[in-house]
Each structure stands twice: as C-alpha cells, then as structure tokens.
C-alpha cells in the first residue's frame, strides 16, 4: 500500500499530498514548483502558521526574537539541524516580537523555545539554546 502524506509548501503554504515513498526524492509544489524540501528552516508568521500545523510532518518551532543573544547564537545551530531533520521534520521559526499573538498563543515565556508539534499537537517543548547535535537527538527523541 502506498501511502501518501501532507507537507505544506514553505514557498506558496499549499498543500501537498506526496506519496511517502517518494517524500526522499526531492518532491516540488504542486502550485509554485518550488522544492518542497530544502533543508532550511521557514519562517511563520500567524497568517501561516496553523497551515502549517496541518500538515502531516512533525513541526520544531523555534520561538525567538531579533534581540535575543542566546536566540542569535542558536539561529545557525537550528538552521544546521533543519539540513539534518527535513525530510523527516520540518523545523521553524517564530519572531515572537513580529508575532506577538503566536507567542501568546502558545504561552512563550522565554526564548529561545522550541516546541514540537504532531498532527497539530504539542508533544513537547525546551527552552534554552542549544547546540547542532542537542536539536536533532531531542527532535528525533520525541518522534520516535
């Protein structure tokens, strides 16, 4: 049986359905042909986010903002993880002063925060920054 999952564009925020076997095999949008996976992470603003819930890949948000040194000093660390995690696990990123809202939302109240959804869920979050191979195990740990 080939089953098919939802990944959300992080070009256009369409909706895709991609056969899961195929999800290793560089899939483009559907809608803006861009690559569905680029090893990077998206930034989300309120407008998208919940779309991006939606989809049927587990989602790290990383909840910061542009003041923040330790967020600063995590940002590269979190992009690296994301080249390690996607296909797999979309990774994030929430600026908790653009998006005041999602931060309130979801009660942030220290940054750096990631939090870890599935099929729309919080499953688990962690404050603090941290390193490139702390991301992925703590990712990988959760979802397994």
């Known amino acids: 049986m080939n089953e098919s999952i939802h ?11 991609v056969p899961e076997l195929r999800v290793g095999d560089a899939p483009s949008c559907g809608r803006c042909q861009q690559p569905l ?10 407008a998208h986010f919940d779309k991006h819930l939606k989809g049927d890949l587990p989602l790290v948000v990383d909840f910061w903002a542009p003041w923040c040194g330790p967020c600063k000093s995590m940002a590269p660390q979190f992009a690296a993880a994301a080249q390690q995690l996607e296909p ?33 869920q919080e499953l688990a979050r962690k404050s603090g920054a941290l390193a490139t191979r702390d991301i992925v195990a703590w990712a990988r740990s959760v979802i397994k």
């Open 7 to 17: 990944v959300v564009c992080t070009h256009c925020h369409a909706m895709n359905r």
């Open 37 to 46: 996976f680029q090893g990077q992470p998206v930034a989300l603003d309120s």
């Open 88 to 120: 797999q696990i979309r990774l994030a990123k929430v600026d908790t002063e653009a998006e005041q809202a999602l931060g309130a939302r979801f009660g942030i109240r220290s940054i750096p925060t990631m939090v870890l959804f599935r099929g729309g």
